[in-house]
C-alpha cells in the first residue's frame, strides 16, 4: 500500500498533536484534610429557606489559583482552581473554567512559577495539522489557601423547608462520594407549639424566630 507524502505528513502531524505533552490532571501537592461541624455551636445564626443549616463532613484545604476576573479573552473565567500538578518549580491547573481558544486548542491549563509568582493560560493547539503552543500571562490573580468540602467525603446536612402555621419543615440528607443516599434522604416536620426545640438523630437546633423565608437559631449540638 502506497501512501503520498501529504498524507503521511499529516498523519505524522496529528500523531504529534496527541500525543502532545500535557500535565495531569491528578496531585501531588499537599493537602490537609479536616473534619468539619458548622455553625459553631450556641452561636445565633440566620438563614433563608432552602440553606443548609447544619453541616458535619470533610473540608480539604490545598494551596490554588483564585482568577479574580475573565481573562484570556474569555477562555479562562473568573473562579477558583485547586487541584493542580506540581513538576519542578511550576504548578500547573485546571478546571472547568478553562476552556481551549481560537485555534482549536487540544490542551489548556494554568501554569504557575514558584519562583516568580507569575501565572500564565498555556494552550497546545492544532491548526491545518500543526502544532502550536503559546501562552498568555494573567494580572488579576491570587495563589492561596483554597479549602472545598470534599466531594468524595461522607455528609449530613439538615436543610430548612419554611413554615407552615407552627409546623417548621427541614429536609435531612446523607451523601456520600458526591451522591446522595436514598434510604437516608427525608423531610421532617416540628410544631412549635410543642417546643422550640428541635432534634433529629443527636443533632439540636434551638429556633429563636422563624418565618417561611427565613429561621433564626442556635445549634445545640452536631449529628455526632
Known sequence: MKISFVAMFSLIAL???GCTTVPP????LSF????????????EVTMAIGDTLIIQGTRVTSKGIVILSDCCDGFVKKGSYQVGFRKSDKIYFRGNGISGNKFMATAYYLEYNLGSG????VYTS????????GKTKITSFKYTDISVDSPDAFQRTLIYLGKTGNLLKFGYRETSNGYARPAFSNEISYDL????????QKAKLQVIEATNTTIRYKVLSYFD
Do not use: D, F, K
Open 25 to 28: 490532571n491528578n496531585s501531588n
Open 118 to 121: 507569575e501565572l500564565y493560560y
Open 126 to 133: 492544532g491548526a491545518m495539522n500543526v502544532v502550536q503552543p
Open 15 to 17: 500523531l504529534c498533536i
Open 32 to 43: 490537609r484534610t479536616e473534619s468539619i461541624s458548622e455553625p459553631p455551636l450556641n452561636t
Open 193 to 200: 407549639n410543642e417546643s422550640n426545640i428541635i432534634g433529629y
